[in-house]
């Protein structure tokens, strides 16, 4: 069957089996996050179709196998293509109780087994997701301000939208705005000059999530393709400092309320997007609140020496990730 994604809410909640397919990768995101996980079990699995085809017979066995602490489970497959079609078809053939299954994939043309037996099949569900028009891009950040309450301009919003190009990047950008919205009391268009990079540049947060998880692979890789200037290394220190205030709180609300670190993301206000969670454990794995604190204290120096010697921002920043984010004992 072929739903929408504005109709997901009428789904009958017995059909198990979901393909998520298009270009629109931003909104297939969203939906899966906010519409379809909040329906299913947390004993959540994801499968590349590399994985499954590479070893099928694990994935298999994965989902047969029920442990005593699992009543239902959900798998989710990404990338997927036609080649996966013939060990779907088996699988949903089977009627297998308490197994659910998210497909995602690129764009399928008609023409494409995967998309024909999810269209054709009464039990399971087609959600097609097409790229976004300009409009559609425009009222999709207006309402996210609308959100938060922040006043913002039809022309600022525009320049946005214009650097973004598509949803993913545009959620990317609102989430950096919103990163940087706490640290000050209004954003005029010569912050967004600052901040919106165009949609080819690599995400600044993103250098500052894969330091906080310590990966040193990836930290080399982003430094080595981007050429930071000083307002990008000030601006970098301020996600350094928005993220691990977050950190902090977290981890303090886990020590003060001894729940479980799933219960308290869920909880956390502002909410984090599903695809964070797993990095936020890790870099709380990675980090004390001892740690966090001598970071934030440090990071603050940093800054004003950036100010003070803006020719050797680069030289100032990286030395910080790599002597001090990578290596905590240099703090100690």
Known sequence: MIVKSLEIKKINKEINYFL??????????????????PLFTKNIYKFSENDILANNEIFVENIYNKSF????????????????????????EKKIANVKII???GVLDKRSKLR?????????????????TYQSLCLYAQNFFNKKKIKISNENINFIVSKSKNRLNLKNELEKIIDYYHLRDFIGYRDLLKLVNPSENQ?????????LSKNKKKIINNLNENNFSTEDNIFMLKIFLSKLKRLYLIRTKLNSNQTNIDS???SFKPPIFWKDKDIIKQQLNNLSNNEIKIY??????LELLIKKNPNLSNEITNNFIFETITNSNNLI
């Open 103 to 105: 497909i995602k994939a």
């Open 20 to 37: 998520l397919y298009g270009e629109n990768e931003g909104q297939k995101n969203e939906v899966l996050e906010s519409q379809l996980l």
């Open 116 to 132: 024909n037996f999810f269209e054709k099949n009464q039990l399971t569900i087609t959600i097609p997701f097409y790229e976004d």
């Open 264 to 266: 308290v993301l869920t």
């Open 203 to 211: 995400n600044i947060a993103v250098v500052v999530d894969d330091c």
């Open 296 to 301: 934030i204290k440090k990071i603050n120096s």
């Open 69 to 92: 602490f699992e009543n239902e489970k959900l798998i989710i497959i990404d990338q997927a293509t036609n080649k996966i079609s013939p060990l779907i078809e088996k699988i949903i």
